[in-house]
């Protein structure tokens, strides 16, 4: 069976439960405790060279990380992955817009609010952060606004990353109200077959007010 490294907070994570929710394919979950170095083992980083979540292991004993890598090889041969090389290249684009404009903008704003981390990041780092996640709505309320998903006219792993951490941006402390065509491709996202509702507060994990080493 599929064995799923996660760390329960993590939206990266999420993404990959999320597809493997969608796809009813069974696994098994070894947590990975980031705060407290687990990441960080030699073990662990043949696992993921980063030390960070997601990473899969397959039953093949294979492994493979990086979160938009694994749903896109779940995904394969699946309808969360269009089979022509067009429809597939518009996938990647916004696999690479989600890891360049959401995940480290978003994301990390998300990450230091949640977790208490804001007052001791610089003026300068919090600005970029937030200015670079304005952007990054900007341009999928505008891209959204002509479709009813941003790789065409169905939903995707692309929709499935997106949404990971640029659906939770009130709790990076960012208003959702001028991005009205980005709040109904939220609802859409929602009412997808199996999708996951539940996700993991970083107040579950005592050890995450701690900086990452
Ligand atoms: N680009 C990576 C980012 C993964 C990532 O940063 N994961 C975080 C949790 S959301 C983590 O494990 N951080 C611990 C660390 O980097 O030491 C992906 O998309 O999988």
Known sequence: MLTLFDYLPSQNAWKVRQLLNHLQRPYRTELVSIFEGEGKTDAYRRINPTGSVPAIRLENGCVLAESNAILGYLAEGTPYLP???FGRAKVQQWLFFEQQYVEPMIGSLR??????KLPHRSAPMIKARRSGSLKALQILNVEL????FIAGDRYTIADLSLFAYASRAEEAGLSLQPYPAFRQW?????????FL???YPYSIDPHSVKELG
């Open 186 to 194: 939220i609802t859409r996202v929602q009412e997808q077959p199996g």
């Open 145 to 148: 606004a002509t479709r009813a």
């Open 111 to 116: 990450f230091w609010t949640m977790t208490g």
């Open 197 to 199: 509702a539940e996700i």
């Open 83 to 85: 089979d022509d090389s």
